[in-house]
């Protein structure tokens, strides 16, 4: 620049543009830190676990004992009531439903118990015994002729008088005869005296006939 510029530069009024700032003007900046371009995603990762926290805390139930600032007391302890008395009727349902099943358990063991126990007394009761028949001497019986041979019914009734009986009726035939000597009687009570007779005059057939004439009937054949 010559003198003459320097004076004509001069000559004029100063402004910003005379007083430039020092340095390099319009240059790039520096590298920037690792931690600072790690920020991001360190403030990605917080947030993410903030918002996990959170849900796990929503779902389980944990903020209802956590008294945050805005909440009065009041509602935290109705929250804690809520959640105990909940807890409290799961506990008593749980309960309920075991005591239920052990009544059940018992009740039907006890009644196959019971079952075990019946059929074992059953199998130990004795069978029932018939009652013992005697010989009623007293009985009357009937003594039928059905041979040629005269007196034989007479001969046969003196035989069982001799051997206790007391109400004895010697008869001749009347009427359709079986084909052999018997010793019939109406009732099963007879069976036994009926038998004693047989066994007296020697006879071996003996049958029950309810339309027998009398409660024991001796018939008399060749």
């Known amino acids: 620049m010559s003198r003459k510029d320097q004076e004509t530069y001069e000559s004029y009024s100063k402004d910003s543009f005379d007083n430039?700032?020092?340095g390099p003007v319009g240059v790039h900046r520096g590298n920037t830190s690792l931690a600072i371009r790690m920020l991001p995603f360190l403030v990605v990762i917080i947030i993410a676990l903030l918002a996990g926290i959170l849900t796990w805390g929503y779902y389980s139930g944990e903020f209802r004992r956590i008294n945050f600032p805005?909440?009065?007391?009041e509602e935290t302890s109705s929250q804690v009531r809520g959640s105990d008395s909940s807890k409290?009727?799961?506990v008593k349902k749980a309960q309920k439903d075991k005591?239920?099943?052990?009544?059940?358990?018992?009740?039907s063991e006890g009644k196959a118990k019971d079952d075990a126990e019946q059929q074992k007394a059953e199998k130990n009761t004795p069978a029932p015994v018939a009652p013992a028949q005697t010989v009623n001497k007293q009985t009357a019986v009937h003594v039928i002729n059905g041979t040629s041979i005269n007196g034989y019914a007479a001969q046969k009734s003196n035989a069982l008088r001799n051997a206790g009986y007391a109400n004895v009726t010697p008869e001749n035939a009347n009427g359709q005869l079986p084909s052999t000597t018997v010793v019939r009687y109406q009732n099963e009570t007879d069976k036994a005296t009926a038998e004693d007779v047989a066994k007296t005059l020697g006879i071996a057939a003996v049958e029950q006939t309810p339309e027998a004439p009398g409660p024991v009937v001796v018939i008399l054949l060749n």
């Open 88 to 90: 409290q009727e799961d």
């Open 20 to 22: 430039p700032p020092e």
């Open 70 to 73: 805005w909440q009065s007391k």
């Open 99 to 107: 005591a239920d099943d052990k009544a059940k358990q018992d009740e």
